[in-house]
Nanobody
């Protein structure tokens, strides 16, 4: 049974940082690509970052240079380090593998 459990969201001031974690179970993360999506209020879902099994990464233009996706295959966990956060980064962030989505974690950037 596949499960993706996100954590690490919260309220942060503009310019601050957060690190999201996604603990995966039910499959071996090392063999697959995985990614982070987000959905802001009133908007559609947006792909934020992906990482392949080989470690290649891809980012949305809106987060390039500020966000970093990484993986720890030993822990079956993927991370999203978010720096220099902006109010427009406010959204629910989801970990996604294949057609499976986690429950999401809320990130709010506000002063």
């Amino acid at each position: 049974q596949v499960q993706l459990v996100e954590s690490g969201g919260g309220l942060v001031q503009p310019g601050g940082s957060l690190r999201l974690s996604c603990a995966a179970s039910g499959f071996t993360l090392a063999y697959y690509a995985i990614g982070w999506f987000r959905q802001a209020p009133g908007k559609g879902r947006e792909q934020v970052a992906t990482i392949t099994s080989g470690g290649s990464t891809n980012y949305a233009d809106s987060v390039k240079g500020r966000f970093t996706i990484s993986r720890d295959n030993a822990k079956n966990t993927v991370y999203l380090q978010m720096n220099s956060l902006k109010p427009e980064d406010t959204a629910v962030y989801y970990c996604v593998w294949s057609h499976y989505w986690g429950q999401g974690t809320q990130v709010t950037v506000s002063s």
